[in-house]
């Protein structure tokens, strides 16, 4: 498998697949967003889909890929400190936030920065159409967020801290995006860095759930939020493994933009199970949504 994914790069059926991955992972980001942000407390939640595929991601990581040589630690310690400052951002911006107000938010601003960030690290240029299109779907995503903010009553008074936050936690999506591009890159084997990488970054935050569970006066039963985990852990693995397998096989800028389309499943989420209405309006915006990365890809 790892030889297959390393003969695709560079190639045209390699970047068919990083698209096909790219829209397979913001498929499964909407859903894992729910998942974070639904009946449980995100802390919680978060706590246990961390220790969900940490525990999946160990045997991989012990017994079955290749041992990542001396000069992926430091990448994957770096990787480990960023995704933990996402994470308490993400955090904190569902606690203060209303899910379909501030995740258009963290999501649209996540691809404006990815896009600079991969020309700064891998010399990716994107075209002026390319851009257009970046402009288009930051605007159905903003615009969202807008409209959601507009008709939305809940958590009104500590809006103003959740979006800055939502901002900020953005700004780590790009961060992440880059850095782990860069990751799993330069790996021998991509696998031998996704192993590792779900392995660490399981470690802290099942503890720090613990320890908030543990506080709470009205603790949750642990049987419904650990089958929550077990779920999320398995939408992690597919959905963060396929982003990063597509920044390695193609333009890390195009999978980040792509990946942003997963505003418009979580509107269908957010809809589906969370109650909120879909009018022609937030269709519309949607709609600009994916024509902003149709423009990305087909400006490429």
């Given at each position: ?116 960030g991969a020309w700064i690290v891998f010399g990716e240029r994107f075209q002026p159409l390319q851009w257009l299109g970046v402009l288009v779907l930051m605007g159905g995503i903003f615009g969202l967020a807008a409209y959601n903010l507009a ?115 979580a509107a269908g989420i957010a809809y589906l199970f969370f109650g909120e209405k879909v009018g022609p309006r937030r269709l519309a915006l949607m709609g600009l949504i994916a024509a902003g990365a149709v423009i990305v890809e087909a400006g490429?």
């Amino acid at each position: 498998m790892s030889a297959w994914i390393v003969s695709l790069e560079g190639t045209e059926a390699g970047r068919s697949l990083a698209l096909a991955l790219a829209i397979l992972a913001a498929i499964l980001h909407a859903v894992f967003g729910a998942l974070q942000k639904g009946r449980h407390d995100p802390w919680l939640s978060r706590g246990a889909i961390d220790g969900a595929y940490g525990l999946m991601a160990m045997p991989f990581a012990l017994f079955v890929v290749p041992w990542p040589a001396p000069h992926l630690w430091p990448i994957l310690a770096g990787a480990f400190v960023i995704h933990t400052g996402y994470k308490i951002l993400q955090g904190y911006t569902y606690v203060y936030g209303a899910y379909t107000v501030v995740y258009p938010v963290v999501r649209g601003t996540g691809p404006f920065f990815a896009v600079i960030g991969a020309w700064i690290v891998f010399g990716e240029r994107f075209q002026p159409l390319q851009w257009l299109g970046v402009l288009v779907l930051m605007g159905g995503i903003f615009g969202l967020a807008a409209y959601n903010l507009a008709h939305t009553t809940v958590a009104r008074e500590t809006m103003p801290r959740a979006l800055m936050l939502a901002v900020a936690t953005g700004g780590f999506v790009a961060l992440y995006t880059t850095y782990d591009a860069y990751g799993i890159r330069a790996a021998a084997d991509p696998f031998t860095f996704l192993a590792w990488f779900f392995f660490i970054d399981g470690l802290l935050f099942p503890v720090v759930a613990a320890l908030r569970w543990r506080r709470m006066a009205d603790r949750p039963t642990l049987p419904p939020l650990l089958l929550r985990g077990f779920t999320g852990g398995i939408v992690a693995f597919l959905s963060f493994g396929s982003i990063m397998l597509a920044t390695r096989l193609d333009k890390v800028g195009e999978a980040a933009v792509l990946r942003e389309t997963s505003t418009v499943f979580a509107a269908g989420i957010a809809y589906l199970f969370f109650g909120e209405k879909v009018g022609p309006r937030r269709l519309a915006l949607m709609g600009l949504i994916a024509a902003g990365a149709v423009i990305v890809e087909a400006g490429g």
